[in-house]
């Protein structure tokens, strides 16, 4: 069966963008963004909320072709663009490059894609990822720490009142300060 992994980066504070929707902090070198090319390439869908599609499809359809965009970059544009995608929002009619909106998160309807062979299911958005947390639909959480404090922004763990236990699955720095920690769903 596929899993729902979230990726996402977060400052050590906890948040996942600044204030006004800033990601100027991200510290993504050619290195993460190797590692991220080489995690994401095997994926089988790109699951998004509108605000991430939107954030998503305003660079990377033609990055590639731009000459400031390193290797690594141009890389990932191609797997992005090739990359089934599955878009939630009530906002959204239609969506370009190989997507698909679906109008609302059905629990029953993410089981059954889970089930279809194929790679696992990359989840990207806070929002989104609250709302498949509170479906309990995630199977593994995979956080880009980034060696920064933000002060304020959107957390990426808005209050819910609901704990969950996990497993540490693995860990990995980067060069750049930057650590990946991996937690799955903890057993029993």
């Not at 590639?64 to 965009?69: L, N």
């Amino acid at each position: 069966m596929r899993k729902i992994i979230v990726h996402m980066s977060v400052s050590l504070d906890g948040f996942f963008e600044g204030p006004d929707g800033d990601l100027s902090w991200h510290m993504v070198d050619d290195e993460l963004h190797r590692h991220f090319n080489a995690e994401l390439r095997t994926m089988g869908a790109f699951l998004n909320g509108r605000r991430a599609y939107e954030l998503m499809v305003g660079f990377w359809p033609t990055a590639d072709q731009d000459p400031a965009s390193s290797e690594p970059m141009k890389e990932f544009a191609g797997i992005w663009r090739d990359m089934p995608k599955i878009v939630y929002s009530r906002r959204l009619e239609r969506a370009d490059w190989n997507a698909v909106v679906v109008p609302e998160v059905d629990p029953a309807e993410v089981r059954r894609l889970k089930a279809e062979p194929g790679g696992d299911l990359a989840l990207g958005g806070a929002d989104l990822a609250a709302t498949f947390q509170r479906h309990d639909l995630i199977d593994e959480w995979r956080l880009y720490v980034h060696p920064v404090i933000l002060g304020r922004g959107r957390l990426l763990f808005p209050t819910s009142g609901e704990s969950q236990q996990l497993r540490l699955a693995g860990t990995r720095t980067f060069g750049n300060g930057v650590v990946l920690l991996r937690h799955e769903r903890a057993q029993g």
